[in-house]
């Protein structure tokens, strides 16, 4: 078999940038240097034609207008521009966020930074499949509540969240709702005005685009979000983002959102497929293997498995040929359990065997072959030793 290694399964940290997009990040770096701020010729025009038409690309992309489009420097600052621009906006005096237990770390630490402010926090849980009830979210809220911030699709186990029951709960209760959609969006259905979202957190590096550039979706109406800038200086992006905007990475993040809309139904079905032959040949040849996550309703390129009687850091060792991870690439510095795993119930010792494995655009059936035959490889050694 002739395969280039390591092979890259860990397209939930990160997705290479697709060529087709590079095409467009190095045109318009090359092209189009102009700042859109510049009104008074070509370049500062052109550079604002590109900003724009991205714009309408990102928007589409979960059903939005484009002037509902704030870019930013990636999901982390959309993610706290939204929470602490909605509490400090629509009620600076105090009041109640609502989240999940399954957030991101990009969610989770501003709402704890938010508790210190002196605003008040409540964790809706997810259930032992890994998903969170409207129900549960509705017991979470108070009278004081302003916001509730769930996320769209679970980045460690790819659950996928019942996002319109819980906008739907929202829009009753007349409460902001936001989703961090950086997995969900370009691999699921997303419609803001159908699933009652209000804000709305989106990176270009998860649907093949560049580094460093994100954008926030902000409802105009129905009802108006207001914010509270986390930045000063200047009137870009309506003063909510100030700062020259990132032309080339917006341009290219446009593109890859356009291509992630075209391409969303037919990349969905192949990598269920390959995902599946992945499961399939594992839980066939190896016993004690456990799928993390419910089986149905997760995205189509997640796996989430532990593997009875082998710790993950051993098993990552031996995996060397292959990028995949214990959990997530923006929290785990060290070898323990999987914080969303154990909140999950799941016992220590398979927490702590666990593997995320992200399928993506690229992968192919030769490297979901060679990626089962090394880690029933690798377990069966682990097990005899």
Known sequence: MNLRTPVYLDHHATTPIDPRVLETLIRVQRDHFGNPGSGNHAFGWAAARLVEEAREHVAALVGATGREIIFTSGATEANNLALWGVLRAHAPTGGQLVISNLEHEAVAAPAAALVAAGYELAVAPADSQGRVAAAAVQEAMTERTVLVSVIAAQNEIGTIQPVADIGRLCKER???????????????????????????????????????????????????????????????????????????????????????????????????????????????????????????????????????????????GALTVLAVSSSSACTRTDSGPSAILTSLGVPDDLARASLRIGLGRFTTTAEVDFAAATIIAAVTKLRAS
């Open 174 to 316: 007349g409460i902001l709702f936001h989703t961090d959609a950086v997995q969900a969006a370009g691999r699921i259905d997303l419609d803001v005005e159908a699933m009652g979202i209000d804000l709305l957190s989106l990176s270009a590096h998860k649907v093949y685009g560049p580094k460093g550039v994100g954008a926030l979706y902000v409802r105009r109406k129905n009802p108006r979000v207001r914010l509270q800038p986390l930045l000063y200086g200047g009137d870009q992006e309506r003063g909510w983002r100030p700062g020259t905007l990132n032309v080339p990475g917006i341009a290219a993040m446009g593109e890859a959102c356009r291509l992630a809309r075209a391409e969303m139904v037919a990349e969905r079905t192949r990598l269920e497929g390959l995902r599946d032959r992945l499961l399939g040949r594992l839980e066939t040849e190896l016993t004690g293997v456990v799928l993390n996550g419910a089986r149905a309703g997760r995205l189509a390129g997640n796996l989430n498995l532990s593997f009875g009687g082998v710790r993950a850091h051993s098993l990552l």
